[in-house]
């Protein structure tokens, strides 16, 4: 069978749906910009073809149309392509729920508040309504809003305005009937319940009266997750993502991402890590994918310790400022050594978050000891891998483990982190270099929505490690930046191996999947402060272009 005969048969497979007959026979080549490959030692190329999900040609652009004849090209414009650029940690839901929430930073009037709700309102009908940002002291009213000036905008469901400190907040007459406030409720200790002269409360509550309605804002509905994967999905297509590792994940998410896909409303690949609750049969039969291909169940994530921040990562020793506090671990060490031996039996992935030294070090322990202290290929993981004890660092590799890390965390968390650790324990912090340089695993993410959540950010800060706007510390380790190749290979290459795929994706070449980042930018060879004004051009994921900029 010649070429033209295993496309004649190929495109008549697909004449019962010719929606899908359309999206897989596509023929095309993109040209015009640099393409990078992601493969080691190769240079850019000045096209690529994608027939169908695969890459069929990539080098020069009269070889590609020789391999590809009849293709739609489309022309760069000077624009650089990368391989499908991938968070390999974040929270998919959160992300949408972000967009979800009203922010009312720039209100200036009360009047100006209720347009925004009123507008918010109509384009989200249903559900809860969460927003926040406002505070008065500007405004022209020269007062708190009340409850009558949201509920002539929102009378039958809850609604949660918090002033932009976070030491208050307007709640609705709905809210506060379902948390049971009314005029003869008091005030919490360290909090208050505005009243006025006739005695009902405004809708105002400060400090620790805000707790009275958080627990009653209802959690999100099975309405509010899709909005939320859907939302989630076009914005991360747009920042030119290509797929994401889906973390703390449950069993409604999944449920909904599935149909999702299935309607084609989320265009993305997604790899799922479940919460220790819902991951009963991940750790019964081991990783899976669902009849898209495109979203697949990989594994557990169990939390080892907490944040550095709030001082909740487990460390080996006191914070630097506060010797009373050493962090803590938050699972049971019985409960996870259950988990990692079923997910052992089972073949399912373990995510394990670990942000202090201490919790890495427990994490590698159990690992280790469940693991019978050999090197494996179980592609287990460790989730932000924050601050690692130098000699531990060996242990990723001597294992097997993949750290998975979050280049934005260092340049927010650099603020604090000195204060928090002291100068020898930031020696083990974010220390993308290091971890590269005992042969470990190392892939990148996001976080978000602790984060943005965008890959210029992640790129900018692996290879600049500078905050965003060109701010750095003495004790900012640069000597921790990685190359903008290794950069790369984070967000792509070790990706895909992260959830065991680094066969058919991660890099461009002959017979790898089709999934495209294109920015307006170079990131491979633009300043560091460029990239940060990239613009994404195009996205595609397995052959289907999902963002056009
Ligand atoms: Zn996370």
Redesign the pocket.
């Known amino acids: 069978m010649n070429r033209r005969e295993i496309l004649t048969a190929g495109s008549a497979a697909f004449v019962a749906s010719p929606a899908l007959a359309s999206a897989s026979s596509a023929r095309t080549i993109l040209t015009g910009g640099p393409i990078h490959t992601g493969v080691a030692g190769r240079s850019p190329a000045e096209a690529i073809a994608v027939e169908g999900s695969r890459v069929v040609a990539i080098g020069s652009l009269r070889a590609v149309r020789a391999a590809l004849p009849r293709a739609k090209e489309i022309d760069l414009a000077g624009a650089a392509a990368l391989p499908g650029l991938v968070d390999s940690?974040a929270?998919m839901t959160g992300i949408g729920l972000r967009e979800m929430t009203l922010n009312l930073d720039s209100v200036k009037s009360i009047a100006e508040l209720q347009a925004k709700l009123a507008a918010w309102a109509a384009q989200n009908p249903t559900g809860p309504i969460a927003g926040r940002g406002w505070i008065e002291t500007h405004w022209p009213e020269g007062r708190f809003p009340t409850r009558q000036d949201v509920d002539a905008i929102v009378p039958d469901r809850p609604l949660l305005l918090g002033r932009s400190d976070g030491h208050a907040a307007l709640a609705n007459s709905a809210l506060l009937k379902l948390a049971g406030i009314d005029s003869s409720t008091a005030s919490p200790p360290g909090g208050q319940i505005l009243k006025d002269a006739s005695g009902e409360p405004t809708g105002m509550l400060i400090d620790n009266a805000q707790a009275l309605v958080e627990s009653r804002m209802p959690t999100a509905t099975p309405d509010m997750i899709r909005q939320a994967l859907v939302k989630a999905d076009r914005l991360y297509a747009s920042r030119g993502w290509t797929g994401l590792h889906n973390?703390?994940v449950s069993g409604e998410d999944l449920i909904a991402l599935k149909a999702l896909a299935l309607s084609g409303e989320v265009q993305l690949r997604v790899d799922n890590y479940l919460d220790i609750p819902f991951a009963t049969e991940v750790l019964r039969r081991g990783p899976s994918v669902d009849s898209t291909g495109r979203i697949s169940t990989r594994g557990v994530k169990i939390y080892s310790d907490g944040a550095l921040g709030s001082r909740g990562a487990a460390l080996l020793a006191p914070y630097a400022d506060a010797p009373e506090s050493e962090g803590l671990l938050l699972t049971p060490e019985a409960q996870v050594l259950a988990v990692l031996e079923r997910a052992k039996k089972s073949g399912a992935q373990v995510a394990m978050h670990a942000i202090g030294d201490r919790g890495n070090r427990q994490s590698l322990d159990w690992f280790e000891r469940v693991l019978d202290h050999a090197k494996t290929n179980r592609r287990w993981r460790i989730?932000h891998a924050q601050v690692v004890s130098p000699p531990d660092m060996p242990r990723f590799a001597k294992l097997g483990v993949i750290a998975s890390m979050q280049p934005s965390h260092a340049i927010g968390d650099l603020f604090f982190a000195p204060a928090r650790l002291g100068p020898e324990r930031l020696k083990g912090a974010y220390a993308w270099t290091s971890l590269l340089k005992t042969g470990a695993v190392v892939c990148g993410g996001s976080?978000a929505p602790?984060e943005q959540g965008d890959p210029r950010i992640e790129f900018y800060a692996a290879i600049y490690r500078h905050a965003l706007n060109g701010y750095v510390g003495p004790d900012w380790g640069l000597e921790e930046r990685v190359s903008r190749q290794q950069a790369l290979g984070m967000f792509t290459r070790s990706a895909a191996y992260a959830v065991g795929a680094e066969r058919s994706r991660g890099t461009l070449a002959v017979g790898q999947a089709a999934s495209i980042s294109v920015f307006s930018r170079d990131f491979m060879t633009v300043k560091p402060a460029d990239i940060l004004d990239a613009k994404t051009v195009l996205t595609m994921v397995d052959g289907k272009i999902v963002y056009e900029g």
Do not use: A, K, P, R
């Open positions: 940690h929270h973390m703390s989730e976080d602790v």
